[in-house]
Structure formats: C-alpha cells, structure tokens
Nanobody, 121 residues
Framework: VQLQASGGGLVQAGGSLRLSCAASGRIFSQYVMGWFRQAPGKERELVVGINWDGTTYDTDSVKGRFTISKDNAKNTAYLQMNTLKPEDTGLYYC????????????????WGQGTLVTVSS
C-alpha cells in the first residue's frame, strides 16, 4: 500500500500548480482520498478531500481556488491549485482512509511523502 505524491514547485502568487498522488489499486477501490498541508511551524491540516460518492470537502481558505479530483482508471488523485497565495506555501501530503473524509490527520491510515509548494509574493 503506497502513495506517491508529486508536482510541487516554486510558483509566483496568482499562479497555478497541479499535484498528483499515484496510489496502489487497492486504495482506490476501498478508500477515500485527501490532501493535507503543513506550513512551517504549523500543524498539518486537511485542505481538500473526496468521498466515495464524489462529494468533496474544502477548507475555507482554499474554497473556489483548489479542486480535488481522481481518475480511478489511473489510480491517481489530483489537486488543482489556482490563484495561489504566499500563505499556501508548505509541504503537501496525500492520504487515504476508509469510509469518509475526516479532518483529523491522526485518523488517516496511509500517507504519501510530502511535496513542497512554495508561493512567492
């Protein structure tokens, strides 16, 4: 059971990035997916998540700017980030868990390695 995150980088404020999370087949068939962010000196927080039925969770600070999606055929989840702001800077982690998206990081079972997003002003 592995998650592989990629797509981070340096971008100017107002720009866009798309993160990818490649997952083993078992995860996509049995789990929901989420993207977490950990800014320097802050706790890890859930940014967006997607449930079995396609319903999504977005934290207030990214509403209207970030979108999570998944391609079941490719076993890959994506995070499209638009209109990026310097406060979006941080390590982004994809994660998987059963049943339903929840906000507490301790309740997620599987984690990818972080991918760094840096937004310059």
């Amino acid at each position: 059971v592995q998650l592989q995150a990629s797509g981070g980088g340096l971008v100017q404020a107002g720009g866009s990035l798309r993160l990818s999370c490649a997952a083993s087949g078992r995860i996509f068939s049995q789990y929901v997916m989420g993207w977490f962010r950990q800014a320097p000196g802050k706790e890890r927080e859930l940014v967006v998540g997607i449930n079995w039925d396609g319903t999504t969770y977005d934290t207030d600070s990214v509403k209207g700017r970030f979108t999570i999606s998944k391609d079941n055929a490719k076993n890959t989840a994506y995070l499209q980030m638009n209109t990026l702001k310097p406060e979006d800077t941080g390590l982004y982690y994809c994660a998987a868990r059963p049943l339903v998206v929840v906000t507490s990081p301790s309740l997620w079972n599987y984690w990818g390695q972080g991918t760094l997003v840096t937004v310059s002003s």
